[in-house]
């Protein structure tokens, strides 16, 4: 259907693309759309505050771009990225892990990051994490999301401000107000990024 009338111009349309989020070829439902539209609006509404750690640095990694592109968002509360990263740990083992971003910028020091002195890698204190290797899994709830691993329709997280869940299946419709982009990046093995509108009061 024809939905770019609803924004003025196209401008968020535009900016869907921009940011990467083109289609498959498959027609997107209402709700998918609009909130893949609320997302880019979103990420790019706000001007840099010299508080970014993404501010001043050259991006030159897909991955680093996308987020910076969110990191305001994440850090203000309007957005709530959930990244998934599946990569090789020092001692060569594959790990993977469901990253809280916004949590993850309050307790990191993201200058490194994006400044390419270190690499950010699953951690067992994430939402999820799990050694491939090894057959360890843990979980842990965060600030802002509470892990439900014990579930028939595999990992979800709840959203603590507005209860929406999200579904990680890469098969499943991700949920209301979310959005699933996976990044290509010679960085990492995998990568998947989960957008989140966060609507509060609801």
Known sequence: F???????????VRQLVELG?????????????EARA?????????????????VGKEL?????????????????????????????????????????YAHRLTTDDFEVYFSGKKRILPQNT?????????NVSTSNSSPNYQVIAENACGLLFKNKSDRKI????????PGDDTTRMPVETDLYLHVVIYDHIVRRGT
Do not use: C, M
């Open 38 to 54: 609320a997302v880019a609006a979103g990420l790019t509404a706000a001007a840099p505050q010299k508080s970014l750690a993404s």
């Open 2 to 12: 024809q939905t770019t009338a609803t924004f003025k111009g196209g401008a968020v």
């Open 21 to 33: 989020f083109r289609g498959s070829g498959d027609v997107l439902r209402r709700e998918e759309f």
């Open 126 to 134: 994430d939402l999820s994490f799990y050694n491939w290797d090894r």
């Open 60 to 100: 030159k990694n897909n991955f680093l771009q996308a987020l910076a592109e969110r990191e305001e968002a994440n850090r203000t509360g309007k957005i709530s990225s959930i990244i998934f990263i599946r990569d090789l740990n020092s001692h060569r083992q594959e790990v993977s892990a469901y990253i809280d």
């Open 166 to 173: 999200i579904n990680v299946d890469p098969k499943a419709y």
